[in-house]
């Protein structure tokens, strides 16, 4: 995707990004494709569920658009660094699952309980990644990991 917008941008860099729209899918994408861009084993699939429903296309040009798309990707890299904290303290205790990550995202995520409008995804970022950094992992019992969907190996 992010291929794709940077071609776009080669192509005409003064339209909007929205009437980009066609091609791109979803906004979130873009930010996506730019953590994939600095690391290739990025977990995009496990924050675009967030990602997707705070992201819209911008009316800005396109060149400037990405500097938006690039300063989210910041943050959520960064908030992604604070996930993979609290993974590999979950990993110390003993929890093996192919769905810590989702886990651990789902656990720290404010939009569950949000009702009415969400608040603009920087805040969103700020406070998942102020949660991973205060997340106990002692209160975590392998009940709550199975009921995510992954048990651990036996």
Known sequence: MIRIYRGLIMEDARRSEAGFSFYLEEASLVTIGICYERN???AGGAYNPVMRRLEEFSEAPISQAIKVHE???????ELDE????????LKARGFVSPYLRAFVIARINPLRWIQGDPPPLEEVLKT?????????TEKVKQEDIVATGGAAEE
Not at 82 to 89: D, L, N, P, Q, W
Not at 128 to 136: P, S
Request: hydrophobic share 50%; no cysteine; proline share 0%.
């Open 128 to 136: 998942m990644r102020e949660r991973a950094a205060k997340f106990n």
């Open 82 to 89: 604070r996930v993979g904290e609290v993974i590999a303290k």
């Open 40 to 42: 290739g084993k990025f």
């Open 71 to 77: 300063k989210h990707a910041d943050m959520l890299m």
